[in-house]
């Protein structure tokens, strides 16, 4: 069974900083390309930024370029989503998700078979 598992959200001030964990089990972790997305109250979900299975290679969404950075540990089953300046506007629920597409770096969500349950940023002035 397929377990992707994020930590790491709360609530802080704008300015801070927060890094989100995603912990996978049951797969082969570098067998994916992974995935970050967010969805606010009343808004679509959106990608924020994915990783290819090596992490050699990111994308990032230009509302979370140059302050978001992601990652990930293979060893560790691991994927990390480092917030830095984080904004009012960065507010939602992130969502962690895996690409059985290694090197697919996309942000088409019909793209990434399994899902976490997400968890809360909640970013105030």
């Known amino acids: 069974q397929v377990q992707l598992v994020e930590s790491g959200g709360g609530s802080v001030q704008s300015g801070e900083s927060l890094r989100l964990s995603c912990t996978a089990s049951?797969?082969?972790?570098?067998?994916?390309?992974m995935g970050w997305f967010r969805q606010a109250p009343g808004k679509e979900r959106e990608g924020v930024s994915c990783?290819?299975?090596?992490?050699?290679?990111?994308v990032y969404a230009d509302s979370v370029k140059g302050r978001f950075t992601i990652s990930r540990d293979n060893a560790k089953n691991t994927l990390y989503l480092q917030m830095n300046s984080l904004k009012p506007e960065d507010t939602a629920m992130y969502y962690c998700?895996?690409?059985?597409?290694?090197?697919?770096?996309?942000?088409?969500?019909?793209?990434?078979?399994?899902w976490g349950q997400g968890t809360q940023v909640t970013v105030s002035s």
């Open positions: 049951g797969l082969t972790f570098d067998n994916y390309a």
């Open positions: 998700a895996a690409n059985p597409s290694p090197w697919r770096l996309t942000f088409h969500s019909s793209e990434y078979t399994y």
């Open positions: 990783i290819s299975r090596s992490g050699s290679s990111t």
